[in-house]
């Protein structure tokens, strides 16, 4: 379960209040109008970014003052960031070990197949495609198989079937864990989560179930999507 308890995140002169509570295993999207703080919800909770109040929370324990990658999470950009002068399987070797020392080879080869790259670990990432590269980041975070992923528009470079295929890898390889999704696309929200999170004008809304927030938007999810 992850909580947000009484939480302001600051940032210069923006602040984003949460307040809600999201259970293991759940499918969240984040949706809202550009600068409205998604990315800053996810940073917050990844570390990235100090609270100026409150706390947030994984099954009780605060997250306050652990860094970033003692977090029980991993999290995936739109860039991918996957290092052009490692191998893939060297680049997925690093969500297990940053070292690259004790790295379960077994463990790199079952993820690379789970998401379809069987046989391409010696490649360097230039050589893989923009599908490819985005089922390699998407292969390392789920190989540090902790108990929350969070995804910040990591499919937004793809087009749109390649992008529902990549969504329904996620729903499908992410198991147990709770996924926040920062999406553009409604239809994202629609196709993959169970409840949105509407960040708007300072607040990030308890996670509302999807289809009833775009059946029945409030104004500012109206004024977001133009309609
Ligand atoms: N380092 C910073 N210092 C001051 N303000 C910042 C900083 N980073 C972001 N902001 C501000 O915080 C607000 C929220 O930014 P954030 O990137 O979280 O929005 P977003 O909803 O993810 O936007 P987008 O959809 O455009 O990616 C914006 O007004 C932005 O200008």
Same mark, same amino acid.
């Given at each position: 379960?992850?909580?947000?308890?009484?939480?302001?995140?600051?940032?210069?002169?923006?602040?984003?209040?949460?307040?809600?509570?999201?259970?293991?295993?759940?499918?969240?999207?984040?949706?809202?109008?550009?600068?409205?703080?998604?990315?800053?919800?996810?940073?917050?909770?990844?570390?990235?970014?100090?609270?100026?109040?409150?706390?947030?929370?994984?099954?009780?324990?605060?997250?306050?003052?652990?860094?970033?990658?003692?977090?029980?999470?991993?999290?995936?950009?739109?860039?991918?960031?996957?290092?052009?002068?490692?191998?893939?399987?060297?680049?997925?070797?690093?969500?297990?070990?940053?070292?690259?020392?004790?790295?379960?080879? /077994? %463990?790199?080869? $079952? !993820? #690379?197949? +789970?998401?379809?790259?069987?046989? *391409?670990?010696?490649?360097?990432? =230039? @050589? &893989?495609?923009?599908?490819?590269?985005?089922? /390699? %980041?998407?292969? $390392? !975070? #789920?190989? +540090?198989?902790?108990?929350?992923? *969070?995804?910040?528009?990591?499919? =937004? @470079? &793809?087009?749109?079937?390649?992008?529902?295929?990549?969504?329904?890898?996620?729903?499908?390889?992410?198991?147990?864990?709770?996924? *926040?999704?920062?999406?553009?696309?409604?239809?994202?929200?629609?196709?993959?989560?169970?409840?949105?999170?509407?960040?708007?004008?300072?607040?990030?809304?308890?996670?509302?179930?999807?289809?009833?927030?775009?059946?029945?938007?409030?104004?500012?999810?109206?004024?977001?999507?133009?309609?």
């Amino acid at each position: 379960m992850l909580s947000f308890e009484n939480v302001t995140i600051r940032q210069g002169d923006f602040s984003l209040a949460a307040n809600w509570q999201a259970a293991a295993g759940g499918r969240i999207a984040v949706i809202g109008p550009s600068g409205a703080g998604k990315s800053t919800l996810l940073n917050a909770v990844a570390g990235f970014i100090p609270l100026k109040s409150g706390h947030i929370r994984w099954d009780g324990q605060p997250l306050d003052g652990l860094p970033p990658g003692k977090r029980p999470l991993s999290i995936l950009f739109q860039d991918q960031n996957l290092f052009p002068h490692l191998t893939v399987a060297q680049n997925l070797g690093l969500g297990l070990d940053p070292s690259l020392r004790h790295v379960n080879t /077994a %463990a790199v080869d $079952r !993820a #690379l197949e +789970r998401v379809g790259l069987e046989g *391409l670990g010696n490649r360097r990432p =230039a @050589a &893989l495609s923009g599908g490819q590269q985005s089922r /390699a %980041a998407l292969a $390392r !975070a #789920l190989l +540090r198989a902790r108990p929350m992923l *969070l995804l910040d528009e990591p499919f =937004a @470079a &793809l087009g749109p079937a390649l992008k529902a295929e990549m969504l329904a890898l996620v729903e499908e390889l992410a198991g147990p864990a709770l996924v *926040l999704m920062v999406t553009h696309d409604p239809e994202d929200a629609q196709r993959f989560s169970t409840h949105t999170v509407l960040v708007a004008d300072g607040i990030a809304a308890s996670p509302a179930p999807t289809d009833a927030l775009f059946a029945n938007p409030p104004p500012a999810l109206v004024n977001y999507l133009g309609a």
